[in-house]
């Protein structure tokens, strides 16, 4: 009879706002929840908001806030305070994490399994594995790391990290990657939580396609990064405007820099910028989205909550989802998850066919986009391209995952 297993969940992300920062927060929140439905006794050690309690279970989940006393003095959110964050978490982490649960866990006959995110983690991780050795129960627990980016690579130990753990990542571009580093990782995609495929209220899809009838209604959602080719996206809107399309952009960046480089390509470009704050739900969206006059850029300038960001991937003529460098490309998933026609790139999609699922963009030529979906524009080819990417991002369901993927590597 196989061991019950018992799992902690290693990263500085999580569900709460204060942890929320980009894709790594969804990856935790959608693995962590399906490691709990399946009932699996599953921890999130995260570093969490400061305010909320140090421990807390939810729904069979159980969640250790962690570094707190440092995230008081740091009120703008996970990253804040990074450095002295990251010590702490190595230092203190991994001796509470062996005393208090994998102790316990091994005496009663059940297998703890590790499972750490991202290089933050990385040092948490060497010092667990030396507490493992010192006790002389290290083939007792599974550990394994996983590298969703390629940020702070060059901060990390990588002999100590390989001796101390398994090593993976979510693409086949990711595994090709770091070859770079010596390292050989095994793939473990990743996955979409079940609220991922909840599908918008029709009448508010339908609201917006009509308000936006005689225009090419585009999305874009992800950080203002160069790798997420912003600049192309604003060059594309641009060409579509001059061939007559009356392209509408909605836009959604963060607090990057690299934002205000791509408003002024927008204004070199010629196209009418206006920003709304993003009202709560489909409601509030649609609202927010009235009066947009001429406009061909409309930047949001908060969070698009998941049911405006479902209706907005559904009703949008396109999802703009490319970038020059993607590990894995999560919002183009979401995009099919609910039925989006979603536009990627060609680096970190292994899910992505082109013209089978999705539009795959190759170069950083806005005539690209503009011919493709050109083409899909004028036939039943893009239902045809939607209705399969539905059937793809099912295969991506976190369950899926679990049982095809990672349960099968312990």
Excluded at 89 to 112: K, M, T
Excluded at 283 to 293: D, E, V
Excluded at 347 to 374: C, I, M, R, W
Aim: aromatic share 8%; proline share 4%; charged share 25%.
């Amino acid at each position: 009879m196989s061991l019950p297993v018992q799992f902690h969940i290693l990263s500085f992300e999580g569900p709460d706002a204060y942890a929320r920062a980009g894709g790594i927060a969804t990856r935790i929140t959608g693995l962590t929840r399906a490691l709990a439905q399946r009932d699996f006794d599953t921890h999130l050690w995260f570093v969490g908001d400061p305010n909320l309690p140090g421990r807390e279970h939810d729904h069979g989940l159980t969640l250790h806030r962690w570094c707190q006393w440092i995230s008081r003095f740091h009120g703008a959110g996970v990253y804040d305070g990074e450095d002295g964050k990251v010590f702490d978490y190595a230092q203190s982490l991994p001796p509470s994490l062996w005393r208090d649960h994998l102790l316990p866990a091994i005496a009663s006959g059940a297998r703890p399994v590790v499972l750490a995110e991202e290089w933050q983690t990385a040092d948490a991780v060497i010092h667990l594995d030396a507490l493992l050795r010192a006790a002389h129960v290290r083939d007792k627990v599974t550990i394994l790391w996983n590298a969703n980016n390629t940020f702070g690579f060059e901060r990390i130990h990588w002999p100590r990290l390989q001796a101390a753990a398994t090593i993976t990542t979510v693409s086949r571009y990711m595994k090709y990657k770091m070859t770079a580093q010596g390292v050989d990782p095994l793939v473990i995609p990743n996955g979409l939580g079940e609220e991922s495929f909840a599908r918008p209220d029709a009448e508010a899809v339908q609201a917006l396609s009509g308000r936006f009838a005689d225009r090419l209604l585009l999305t874009k959602i992800a950080r203002w990064d160069p790798d997420k080719r912003w600049l192309l996206t604003m060059d594309t809107v641009s060409e579509l405007k001059n061939r007559g399309q009356k392209p509408l952009l909605v836009a959604r960046g963060g607090k990057e820099a690299h934002g205000q480089e791509v408003l002024a390509r927008a204004y070199a470009r010629g196209l009418r910028v206006v920003e709304r704050r993003a009202g709560d739900g489909e409601a509030g969206l649609l609202s927010s989205l009235q009066q947009t006059g001429e406009a061909d850029v409309v930047v949001l300038t908060s969070h698009v909550d998941p049911q405006a960001r479902a209706m907005l991937f559904r009703g949008a003529d396109a999802v703009l989802a490319n970038s020059g460098h993607e590990p894995f490309g999560l919002v183009g998933l979401e995009a099919m998850a609910v039925g989006g026609l979603a536009c990627t790139g060609a680096s970190g999609e292994d899910y992505a066919v082109d013209g089978e699922n999705a539009l795959v963009l190759q170069t950083n030529d806005p005539h690209e986009f503009v011919s493709l979906f050109a083409q899909t524009r004028r036939s039943e080819h893009g239902q045809a391209l939607r209705t399969a990417g539905m059937r793809t991002a099912r295969k991506y369901a976190w369950s899926r995952v679990l049982e095809r993927s990672l349960m099968p590597r312990l």
